[in-house]
């Protein structure tokens, strides 16, 4: 990704984002063509707001009194009725509400998630999603349009999608994807924690990441989405035939760039990656999928495309009411709170990264780099680092390390000649190559603004803000994992004879980063 100054991306995340993630609604209105109405359902609440019945038919003929009467806004957006009259066969499940924490001085509503409506067992089908209710590229540009567009290298799947959407929400009530565009605005992208992608994040909560390389990464994003939205006229022009139906201005000058950014990360935080289907349906938007579903990183069930439908087959039993859960991915929880806005402490997916390079200027670089080729390594290569495995880690990173520490080229012949790693170890070298390994985890556990025992004595105490929650969540598993590293590397020094001195650090040694 392109470099940006760490100002102008710090003013870019900062703008304005306290209104709905999609463009309200223009007071220009086109008429559209619509499917034919079905017969709408009575919307009826239980103690928790259930919005969606589950597939019984008795319960279908005569659902029962609500105990608390549906909201005004339930009552206005017709998500479910409009899941019903489109089509959506009965299924196993209930939308429920659940409140947020205050984050805009109450004016947050519940967010909605979908839970088990009956006791369910592994193997059940919860619930079945016909195709003409999901959001793919297939729909939104046609299938002959697909490959040209993905191809160019300038646009993502992500910002066609938040391009369509937001152009469907130009047409109000007229679009009918209405009610589910509504409910998309309400949950904002936010993740199960109710907190926003980092990407909406202001400067000063960006400041909550201090230490963490998720701060460049969002930096980073934040300039890649705004190259998309760059772009987004060529896919006006190029797509000609989708954008005929809407009557507007080109995307540029319709949409801010901060709005399109909402948008972005709205689609961001609930599309779901298809397995096993074509191409121009591999993304897709699927009313009842994220972030109405709660994911976690040790489930196995997941959305998949099955024929005209995608259904969810769950991998554990429910108890009526509790949360449906899905997985994400093998995702690191870095990825997890820039997608999702969470953080899953029990994610076996979890890990940090260790970048060392060969030195360009070493004058033995070309051979040090087919060294390191040979033995499946690159000149610039990647360590990561997973919980419990720390010492495994090291003991990978050392032979590579070792390379900065060979001048003489009749060794270096030698190492090329040879299979393996074939490094020559003495005692000095090896505590030069672990000094350091020790250095460069010292300095990055003093980029932190906290301590490891600071951010538990936080979290223990309850009263953080959700966001700075989150961040204090993500920094403490990092640094346990830096703090496990730094052990392990001490314990190989300890392994080494006494009084073993390291030698002048070598000109060329790897750099670590």
């Not at 972030?291 to 259904?311: E, F, I, Q, W």
């Amino acid at each position: 990704m392109a470099s940006v100054s760490p100002a102008a991306a710090a003013a870019a995340v900062s703008g304005p984002h306290h209104g709905r993630l999609l463009l309200p609604s223009s007071p220009r209105r086109f008429p559209r063509s619509r499917p034919r109405p079905r017969a709408r359902l009575r919307l009826a609440a239980c103690h928790a707001d259930t919005l969606l019945s589950s597939s019984s038919p008795s319960e279908a003929r005569a659902p029962p009194a609500p105990a608390v009467g549906p909201s005004a806004e339930s009552a206005t957006d017709c998500f479910v009725d409009w899941l019903r009259a489109s089509g959506l066969p009965g299924g196993k499940v209930d939308i429920r509400e659940r409140p947020v924490p205050c984050l805009r001085e109450g004016k947050d509503l519940p967010l909605r998630y979908v839970a088990a409506g009956d006791d369910l067992q592994a193997g059940d089908v919860a619930f079945e999603v016909p195709m003409s209710l999901v959001v793919t590229l297939e729909r939104v540009l046609g299938d002959e349009s697909v490959a040209e567009l993905l191809t160019n290298n300038k646009l993502s799947e992500l910002a066609c999608l938040a391009l369509y959407l937001m152009y469907e929400k130009k047409q109000g009530k007229d679009s009918f994807w209405y009610p589910y565009i509504k409910e998309l605005d309400r949950h904002r992208g936010r993740g199960q924690l109710a907190v926003e992608s980092p990407l909406l994040w202001t400067e000063s909560e960006l400041d909550y990441l201090t230490g963490s390389p998720l701060k460049d990464e969002v930096i980073a994003r934040d300039e890649a989405i705004r190259r998309e939205y760059n772009e987004l006229d060529t896919l006006w022009f190029m797509a000609g035939s989708l954008f005929q139906q809407y009557p507007f201005d080109i995307p540029t000058e319709a949409f801010p760039f901060e709005i399109f950014k909402q948008a972005f990360v709205a689609v961001q935080s609930c599309v779901v990656h298809l397995q096993k289907v074509s191409l121009a349906r591999r993304f897709a938007l699927v009313p009842l999928g994220p972030p109405l579903l709660t994911y976690k990183s040790n489930c196995k069930a997941m959305l998949t495309a099955d024929g005209n439908s995608v259904r969810l087959v769950v991998d554990r039993p429910y108890k009526a009411g509790e949360p449906v859960i899905v997985w994400c991915g093998p995702q690191t929880n870095s990825r997890l709170v820039l997608n999702y806005g969470f953080v899953d402490e029990d994610n076996p997916f979890d890990r940090i990264s260790i970048e060392a390079s060969l030195n360009t200027e070493d004058p033995q670089y070309q051979e040090k780099r087919m060294v390191a080729q040979k033995n499946g390594k690159l000149a610039i290569q990647n360590f990561n680092l997973f919980v419990g495995k720390e010492k495994q880690t090291v003991a990978e990173m050392l032979p590579y390390l070792r390379l900065g520490y060979i001048s003489d080229p009749d060794d270096m012949q030698f190492i090329l000649s040879s299979e393996g790693d074939t490094c020559p170890v003495s005692p000095c070298t090896e505590r030069a190559v672990l000094d350091q390994l020790v250095g460069y985890l010292e300095s990055r556990l003093a980029g932190y603004p906290t301590t490891l025992d600071q951010d538990e004595a936080m979290l223990a105490d309850g009263s953080l803000e959700p966001k700075k929650e989150v961040a204090t969540r993500l920094v403490r598993l990092e640094k346990k994992m830096l703090h496990a590293c730094l052990q392990a590397a001490n314990e190989f020094i300890n392994d080494l004879p006494d009084h073993t001195v390291s030698p002048c650090p070598a000109p060329y040694a790897p750099a670590l980063k």
